[in-house]
């Protein structure tokens, strides 16, 4: 099928999941790849280590993703990340209905239109993430901060929508997950992206909304912090490449030091910072 089925509990919230077109998402992300590669070095998820793995297990349980909010390019980030590391799951998420009504696509690829800073708008994410709560087949990715945020802020702030959601929920894993944009060496930026430890609904039944909120934001601030770290110490080593992009300058300049490298007798490296081609993927893509 093109689309997939409704679940048969839906229908008691009074709102369900837009339907999902795994074609048009296969389209997209096609695409996305592509622009993706043009404007940045690389896509990087940082590696586990100290306890922290580099990425969750999502066996058979309802999961949300909630992130940090640094720039324009968060969704596209999130659902390329989502895509490769999680291909068996459909990545839904919130976006602004003006902005949705201007690309009525994207609800066939997992967003749903809200009004932001309004009672109606409040009350459909909470509708969707009700559903979103009872599929083990979705992830349902959150900026929890609402607007865009320098990464380096502290402390962190959250909208307390996602600690209304997650009280809601009677089961599931909530995941932190970091993302930065910075430069390193060379002309395009890099884009960094890290998991935090998962935290379990059913471990806090007891847990406010209030609670939840103040519990996400400080996993969220350590999860950004720790990649705050590595993205300062610009080490590749400590990521996984997902995507690489473009290096070099431009077509002349690369053109004379790959003559110039041929009659050293060297491997033309167009990286500025000298680091060797990475793959193009990673996580089985």
Known sequence: MNTVDRDPGEGRSGEELPLFSKPMFGWFMWYVRKYLARNFHALRLQAGGDGVPDRPVLAGEPVVFYS???????????LYAGHVLHP?????????????GKYRFLERIGLFG??????????????MARAAARRTDVILW??????????????????????HAVAAMDRGLIVPFAVEYPFWNERLPEALVAYGPAFRVADAPGRSADEWTGVLARGLEAT????????????????????????GVNAVYDSVRRVGAWLRGRPFDASHGGEARLPRTAGGR
């Open 68 to 78: 940090n909010h640094p720039g324009w390019w968060d969704p596209l980030t999130f």
């Open 88 to 100: 068996e799951r459909m990545v839904y998420g919130p976006i602004d209905a003006a902005a949705l």
């Open 114 to 127: 809200i009004e932001p800073g309004t009672w109606r708008g409040s009350a459909r994410f909470l509708r």
């Open 142 to 163: 959150i900026t929890a901060q609402g607007e865009f945020t320098d990464p380096r802020t502290r402390p962190l702030v959250m909208r307390p929508g996602i600690g």
């Open 224 to 247: 950004q912090d720790r990649l705050a770290a590595a993205a300062m110490a610009r080490d590749p080593g400590a990521f996984t490449t997902l995507l690489a992009g473009r290096v």
